[in-house]
T-cell receptor, first 114, second 112 residues
Framework: DAKTTQPPSMDCAEGRAANLPCNHSTISGNEYVYWYRQIHSQGPQYIIHGLKNNETNEMASLIITEDRKSSTLILPHATLRDTAVYYCIVRVAGGTGANSKLTFGKGITLSVRP | DTGVSQDPRHKITKRGQNVTFRCDPISEHNRLYWYRQTLGQGPEFLTYFQNEAQLEKSRLLSDRFSAERPKGSFSTLEIQRTEQGDSAMYLC??????????FGQGTRLTVV
């Protein structure tokens, strides 16, 4: 899988939008961008994924640049409960074997302040 | 609750003992993954099943580790002769096709 680069940490004010960046400059044409988050002592939680079009669901929006070399996860109205480690992962969707697994980095720690 | 279920949530064992963890994936998910996570690190891949077939094993999975998924439904991860370095959170995830994998809450193992 292609590697991703995320800053180690960021913070934002409660109620404001949190924009979490991710670089994946070596992404392949058949690799999707996935975002997960992990709240302390819990298992990772799936947030969203996309290939090249922007995606939105009830949790977040995913903006992927046209060249697909970077993306941004947007939490439109951050709350204290959004404080977590956020992982950006690229993966061949529906792949088998080595292409199937998610490879986690260290992620970005988002701290939402009151 | 129809999510991924792991049992037990916590396990304390003495060094040298064997332990077994169970994972019940989301119904009809054909893929099942085991990960290990130590403090301050992201989850590390251990092994992967598609239905009952174990298709990939990480080099992290030493000979003391074995995983099974006998009927393509639940899975077990056994660690024999536990060592203090095995202390970690063991996570199970399942998926179906292109969608993201969904994780359980993990089993926290402490080897004393």
């Amino acid at each position: 899988d292609a590697k991703t680069t995320q800053p180690p940490s960021m913070d934002c004010a409660e109620g404001r939008a949190a924009n979490l960046p991710c670089n994946h400059s070596t992404i392949s044409g058949n690799e999707y961008v996935y975002w997960y988050r992990q709240i302390h002592s819990q298992g990772p939680q799936y947030i969203i994924h996309g290939l090249k079009n922007n995606e939105t669901n009830e949790m977040a929006s995913l903006i992927i640049t046209e060249d697909r070399k970077s993306s941004t996860l947007i939490l439109p109205h951050a709350t204290l409960r959004d404080t977590a480690v956020y992982y950006c992962i690229v993966r061949v969707a529906g792949g088998t074997g080595a292409n199937s697994k998610l490879t986690f980095g260290k992620g970005i720690t988002l701290s939402v302040r009151p | 609750d129809t999510g991924v279920s792991q049992d037990p949530r916590h396990k304390i064992t003495k060094r040298g003992q064997n332990v077994t963890f169970r994972c019940d994936p989301i119904s009809e998910h054909n893929r099942l993954y085991w990960y290990r996570q130590t403090l301050g690190q992201g989850p590390e891949f251990l092994t992967y099943f598609q239905n009952e077939a174990q298709l990939e094993k990480s080099r992290l999975l030493s000979d003391r580790f074995s995983a099974e998924r006998p009927k393509g439904s639940f899975s077990t991860l056994e660690i024999q002769r536990t060592e203090q370095g095995d202390s970690a959170m063991y996570l199970c995830a399942s998926s179906l096709g292109r969608e993201g994998a969904f994780f359980g809450q993990g089993t926290r193992l402490t080897v004393v």
